[in-house]
């Protein structure tokens, strides 16, 4: 079976890769290295000890696009490719709009020319914005607080549409709740270029010393220390997630991936210094407008039908993180 992958060297792209090749799958990778790396496309191989085609092309660019479709005989489609920066996308709505939107249409047409109709989307846990109960399950009502949201949430309504219009289309929509972690090699991780917004890469920014402390934004949520819960999912599980998905492609399906357990953010950081060895400083500050107190996955569907359950502790996240950082001398 042929896959392509869309932002196949991006952070939870690249892990997919890896996996996808210890399944034997032939893979045939697309990036225009907007928010990655190259030499990404050599770790992937250098892990695997395979080889595979990758073009860098943008998606939006249809004929390209038609090409590498006439050129590959491509089985199925994980689509990763997308701008993914909360904060940039409430400053730059129009470019994420025109970015997601036009890319994923640009390459349902062409999949739809080709006869391709299988097809794993890269959805998020922010499609449910802010949860009226705890966990959270696929049933749940969805809205967004921001435009990067919103285009996950329009992508998603787009399949759904595209699958009642052609019920030849298989569709996974996989709704990622906090990837963080690495692979264990120490080759591949996350890689932000710009200051981060997320936790995790800014904790390890503290912890090379890159910067003085980490800010926790907020510590009276309603949560175990005060301080905000989310579902911490080590990526090497989430890439293990897509494969399942993969194996049982059938009409439309939507799963959650997490591990289904809360982490606050004081437990992250402890677990952290504590694995690692190292000092993280940080300091109590404001709540972050748009914040929610907790989020955390209802993980059934996902194990009862497509047999996805997470096994990597929060404790491998810290250590794989700082690992990879280290290993690159990011710093
Ligand atoms: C955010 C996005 C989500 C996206 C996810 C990617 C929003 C509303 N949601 O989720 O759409 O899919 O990232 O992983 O932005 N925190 C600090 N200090 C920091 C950074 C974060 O205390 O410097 C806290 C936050 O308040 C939160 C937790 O750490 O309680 C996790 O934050 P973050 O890693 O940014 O993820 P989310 O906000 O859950």
Redesign the pocket.
């Known amino acids: 079976m042929k896959v392509l992958v869309t932002g196949g060297a991006g952070f939870i792209g690249s892990h997919t890769c890896v996996e996808l090749l210890n399944n034997n799958y032939d893979i045939v990778v697309v990036d225009n290295y907007s928010n990655s790396k190259p030499e990404v496309i050599d770790k992937i191989k250098k892990i695997t000890g395979k080889d595979f085609k990758n073009y860098e092309i943008d998606i939006c660019d249809k004929e390209k696009l038609d090409k590498i479709f006439a050129e590959n005989k491509i089985d199925a489609v994980i689509h990763f490719a997308g701008y ?1 920066a ?2 940039e996308s409430v400053k730059k709505p129009l470019m994420y709009y025109r970015n997601n939107i036009d890319s994923t249409l640009t390459l349902l047409e062409v999949m739809n020319k080709y006869n391709c109709k299988n097809l794993v989307f890269s959805s ?3 499609v449910y914005g802010s949860p009226n109960s705890l966990p959270i399950k696929e049933d749940f009502p969805l809205s967004t ?2 435009p ?2 919103t285009t ?1 949430l329009m992508i998603e309504g787009i399949l759904k549409d595209l699958y009642i219009s052609d019920k030849d289309f298989n569709i996974t929509l996989l709704r ?5 972690g690495a692979h264990e090699s120490g080759l591949i991780g996350e890689n932000p270029n710009d200051i ?8 390890v920014k503290v912890a090379t010393g890159e910067y003085d402390h ?5 510590n009276d ?1 309603d949560t175990i220390d005060g ?4 579902d911490y999912i080590h990526v090497v599980d989430l890439a293990i997630g897509h494969i399942k998905a993969l194996e049982h492609l059938n009409g439309l399906r939507i799963y959650n991936l997490g591990t289904g357990k809360g982490t ?2 004081l437990e ?1 950081v402890n677990t952290f210094s504590k694995v690692n060895n190292v000092p993280v400083k ?1 300091e109590i ?1 404001d ?2 407008a ?4 907790a ?1 955390y996955a209802d993980v059934k569907k996902a194990f009862n039908e497509i047999g996805f359950k997470a096994t990597k502790t929060i404790e491998d996240m810290c250590r794989d993180a700082y690992n990879f950082v280290i290993q690159n001398k990011k710093y």
């Open positions: 993914k909360v904060g998020s846990a922010t607080t921001n990067y949201g996950k990622y709740f906090n990837p963080i981060p917004n997320n936790l995790m890469p800014y904790i980490l800010n926790i934004f907020g949520y301080t905000g819960v989310r606050s953010v992250l940080y500050t709540r972050r748009g914040d929610i107190a989020c």
